[in-house]
């Protein structure tokens, strides 16, 4: 059974910092790339970062130089440390992990940035 689960989400005031992290259990997580997306109120989900397999990454523009992505393959954890907080990164958070067409979710943790 694949679980993912994320935990780290509150509320931060406006230029604070979070670190979500996403476990895994199930897969074999070094095999997967993992990405994290969100989710505001009213918007579409999208993405925010992803780290490949080898350790590359890619991240939205909107992210870029305020969010970063790690894992630890050792403990089967995705990690999104979060800088420099907008209210426009108010979102639900979710975790993706995708390999050769296998592609799990999880359950999300929400973010809130307000004064």
């Known amino acids: 059974q694949v679980q993912l689960v994320e935990s780290g989400g509150g509320l931060v005031q406006p230029g604070g910092s979070l670190r979500l992290s996403c476990a895994a259990s199930g897969i074999i997580f070094s095999n997967y790339a993992m990405t994290w997306y969100r989710q505001a109120p009213g918007k579409q989900r999208e993405f925010v970062a992803t780290m490949s397999s080898s350790g590359s990454t890619t991240y939205a523009n909107s992210v870029v130089g305020r969010l970063t992505i790690s894992r630890d393959n050792a403990n089967n954890t995705v990690y999104l440390q979060m800088n420099s907080l907008k209210p426009e990164d108010t979102a639900v958070y979710y975790c993706?992990?995708?390999?050769?067409?296998?592609?799990?979710w999880g359950k999300g943790t929400q973010v809130t940035v307000s004064s």
């Open positions: 993706n992990a995708y390999w050769r067409y296998q592609n799990y």
